[in-house]
């Protein structure tokens, strides 16, 4: 595995040191608008390679509200797609901090949403979820579960048989933006409103239901994104719009929202889970202990996700004009340090204002 080892500052003393920068960049609408990669973002990823005024290289991360494949798999995507060389541990994608709460989990029934069924099962099981179920397995275990969809062959031969009569699950976890809002929202209701049992009784609060002693099950969401720009002309819904769906049919059918942890950009947990990752690489880049962090640039297109989590971690960012942030629509909804065309002029800002 090749991988560039910056021009290290060497100071008097032996122990190198790393550039006083280092980046998080934002992928949909930053760097890539659906499959395509903008044109700026080689130029930019090149000054990061050593094209720059002082020929060293600058480490940096990819920090994401995407997902639906693992960490391996989609830097060999990214890397094609980027021209660069991207490692695993220099992509946190919405659902990579889920490796940090797996070993609650590792041994009980949970329900996985989001992507494709099989590869985010592969995902989930990946991550040490030794019991990750999909909605398609409850569909395929009873079609009568959602009478308005039925299996497609592919996605038969990617269920996992299973009686979920005599399976509790504990928790949900929606890993990347839902493909069938409409089967997801029946399964997650079915799931919550009997605590666990996929038609079991519904055991809403109520002071008569004798199973109250089961716990309630926890809905975990990893992107709150309600917007993102891919390659149509205006931003599409994500995650964060699935969210609110469910929550409104909740609200209706049950008559309060339900309680959810979420994760992703821009929430605390995402950003402390991001620099830590972007720790460990630098100390991979110095080969020493980092005791304190260069500056950290979040290059980004999403003022509500992207800069309020740059902001609110203390990171300088650069809002660019490629995604989903119009500036014909007004000022940003959060104020980034600089406004930039594109990933090119937003890196050459950094490195200027930084060497
Ligand atoms: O599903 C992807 C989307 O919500 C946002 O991705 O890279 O702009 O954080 P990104
Ligand atoms: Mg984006």
Redesign the pocket.
């Known amino acids: 595995r090749t991988h560039t080892s910056p021009v290290r500052y060497i100071q008097s003393s032996s122990r190198p040191r790393l550039p006083p920068l280092a980046f998080a960049f ?5 760097l890539l608008r659906g499959p395509h990669t903008i044109p700026a973002a080689r130029r930019a990823l090149d000054m990061l390679n050593g094209v720059n005024p002082m020929g060293v290289t600058i480490p940096f991360i990819l920090l ?4 639906g494949l693992g960490e391996e798999a989609r830097r060999h995507k990214l890397s094609s797609q980027l021209g660069v060389e991207i490692h695993s541990n220099q992509i946190v994608q ?1 659902h990579t901090i889920l490796k940090s709460v797996v070993h609650k989990y590792a041994d009980k029934p949970v329900l996985v949403l989001g992507g494709r069924n099989d590869e985010i099962r592969k995902v989930a099981e990946d991550y040490g979820f030794k019991h990750a179920y999909t909605t398609l397995d409850v569909l395929a275990w009873k079609p009568e579960v959602w009478p308005f969809h039925n299996l497609t062959p592919e996605e038969r031969a990617s269920v996992k048989p299973a009686d979920f009569s005599g399976i509790p699950i504990s928790a949900i976890f929606v890993f ?2 839902p493909r069938n809002w409409s089967l997801d929202i029946q399964v997650i209701l079915d799931v919550i409103r009997s605590r666990g049992i996929v038609g079991g009784p519904y055991l809403d609060p109520s002071p008569t239901s004798n199973q109250q002693s089961l716990p309630p099950v926890e809905l975990v969401l990893c ?1 709150p ?1 309600l917007l ?2 891919s390659d149509f002309p205006q931003p599409r819904l ?2 964060g719009a699935f969210r609110e769906a469910f929550q409104a049919v909740y609200q209706a059918v049950v008559g309060a929202r339900y309680p959810c942890v979420q994760y992703g ?1 821009p929430t605390k947990a995402t950003y402390e889970f991001a620099e830590s990752v972007l720790r460990d690489r630098l100390e991979e880049f110095s080969g020493d202990r980092v005791d304190e962090m260069p500056r950290v640039y979040m290059i980004a ?2 003022p509500e ?2 800069i309020a989590g740059a902001n609110a971690a203390g990171w300088p960012s650069v809002l660019v004009k490629t ?1 989903v942030y119009d500036p014909s629509r007004g000022p940003p909804t959060h104020t980034p340090s600089y406004i930039a065309e594109d990933v090119e002029e937003a890196v050459r800002w950094a490195i200027e204002r930084e060497m």
């Open positions: 934002d992928i949909d609408g930053v994401t509200n995407g997902g919405a990347h933006d992107n994104d993102w720009k994500g995650q950009k297109d999403n996700s992207d995604g």
